[in-house]
């Protein structure tokens, strides 16, 4: 589950986007945090990373490593980008594009993965490219009219105050008055970050536009709205030494693509979450059962962890899809999924989907639920829009302001449970590298056991604290 820097409040004809800034995310102020982050070591870099770095150069050098196939359950990757193209799990079963299920698994010319989401379903492009259109101008109109009202106050970065001092001179004004001045309660300046996620929103429909009208980029897996997805793939395994964009977490891992939800429209309106029931024309049932699918696939070739940065609170239990959980378990699968961003215990609340039944019975040992952590070792750590639990989730990872791979070989910051999951992926992809012996069970223990304490995530987690991959291969027995 993805955290936009973005409230969308639609008004009559006017749309007011809100850009939220890491201090409304996340209490933690300060300079800009360096690049990889994540990876880093708070002794040594003074960022709360998880010490992945240290790991390799103290820890892994000259170990040997088997490759591990990691599945992700999302809405889709972009294979063919320049620093995740290389990592992209090959069916080694199937011959390319002779239309024939070689491999006899069920799938046809199953290459890199499978969509399980919109196999069969047809789209009116037409429509869809005429609402992109509609939609960039919408985002234009909106930076005209805040640009006018900036004018209006004789300045170009404004302050809470000015928003409640400025005199509206229509009723759209007004409304956009009360919408600012609710928003930015806890932000005294919104403009730059203004203009950075109206540039996204841009950017993201540029390349809606380019899909269907030039189709340079369209795959198997989901085509223009693999933005979430291929986020997450580089957090996991973005190639660490070709001297290009980022460094994933793991090292010798194969990225198995599975589509099984919706794309993420950054101009939804769905802040802060990536549901498997966003509205569409698809029943629930059949989102579910795309879900459960894409388990079961990812269980039967060959995946040894599966990341699920998606949910929905208080969503109805699926028979398919937690029997296809307890099939993976039953493979030696790890499952991660993110906690998901409202802000939540759930010890008092559920985020769908779990591994536990409304009744309480566990049906996934083998689970990994993941809260969002900041760089500064401080009481406000954990990421105030992350759902939390001392007895519900079990470990934080950085989350904040992680930069990794977009669509079209491009590299963004983003901000989310969805951006932890795959950080705590990554580090239990590279323990089956590294300790092949280990079954699901063992890695989680071992990622559990090694976090890096701290006593702003006392009361959050199971573990109370962030993992830690130096730790974690302090403990290993290598072979």
């Known amino acids: 589950m993805r955290i936009q820097n973005i409230k969308i409040i639609c008004f009559n004809r006017v749309v007011i986007i809100i850009i939220l800034s890491t201090n409304l995310l996340f209490a933690q102020t300060g300079e800009k945090v360096k690049g990889n982050w994540q990876n880093l070591d708070l002794k040594t870099d003074s960022v709360f990373g998880i010490s992945m770095e240290k790991a390799y150069t103290a820890l892994l050098a000259g170990k040997k490593a088997t490759p591990v196939i990691v599945a992700i359950i999302d809405g889709g990757v972009d294979i063919n980008h320049e620093d995740l193209k290389s990592v992209i799990w090959t069916n080694p079963g199937e011959i390319p594009f002779n239309k024939k299920d070689d491999d006899k698994n ?68 007004l409304k956009m008055q009360s919408t600012i001045i609710s928003g930015l309660k806890h932000y005294p300046s919104f403009v730059n970050y203004k203009k950075i996620g109206l540039k996204r929103a841009m950017s993201y429909y540029n390349m809606q536009l380019a899909y269907y009208e030039k189709r340079d980029f369209e795959t198997l897996m989901g085509g223009p709205s693999t933005y979430h997805g291929t986020h997450i793939a580089g957090i996991i395994a973005a190639v660490r030494d070709n001297n290009i964009g980022i460094k994933g977490v793991a090292d010798h ?58 949910g929905q609170p208080w969503a109805k239990p699926s028979v398919k899809v937690d029997e296809a959980i307890k099939y993976a378990v039953s493979k030696d699968v790890l499952i991660i999924h993110a906690s998901g961003n409202e802000g939540q215990d759930l010890d008092q609340m559920t985020i769908y989907p779990d591994r536990k039944t409304p009744e309480g019975q566990t049906i996934a040992a083998n689970w990994i639920e993941v809260g969002a952590s900041g760089w500064k070792n401080d009481k406000d750590i954990a990421g105030v829009f992350s759902n939390y639990g001392k007895h519900s989730v079990d470990v934080y990872a950085p989350g904040i302001e992680i930069t990794s791979t977009t669509p079209r070989s491009a590299y963004l910051d983003d901000t989310g449970t969805s951006m932890a999951a795959p950080v705590v992926t990554g580090l239990a992809a590279v323990i089956r590298e590294y300790c092949p012996k280990l079954s699901a069970a063992q890695v989680k223990i071992m990622i559990m056991r090694s976090v890096a304490e701290t006593y702003g995530l006392k009361d959050k987690c199971i573990s109370g604290g962030v993992i830690n991959a130096y730790n974690a291969f302090k403990l290993a027995k290598f072979e």
């Open 106 to 173: 069920g799938f046809i010319d199953d290459l890199h993965g499978w969509n399980f989401y919109s196999a069969g379903i047809k789209e009116d492009e037409k429509a869809e490219i005429s609402l992109i259109n509609k939609k960039m101008k919408v985002v234009e109109a909106d930076q005209k009219i805040l640009d006018q009202v900036l004018k209006k106050m004789g300045k170009s970065a404004s302050i809470i105050d000015d928003f409640k001092n400025y005199t509206p001179e229509s009723a759209e004004e």
């Open 253 to 310: 891992t194969q990225i198995m693509v599975l589509r099984a939800i919706p794309g993420l429209d950054p101009m939804s309106g769905v802040v802060g979450q990536l549901s498997f029931s966003q509205q569409d024309d698809i029943s629930q049932d059949e989102k579910t059962l795309a879900i459960a699918e894409a388990i079961r696939y990812a269980a039967d070739n060959g995946a040894k962890v599966i990341n699920m940065s998606f």
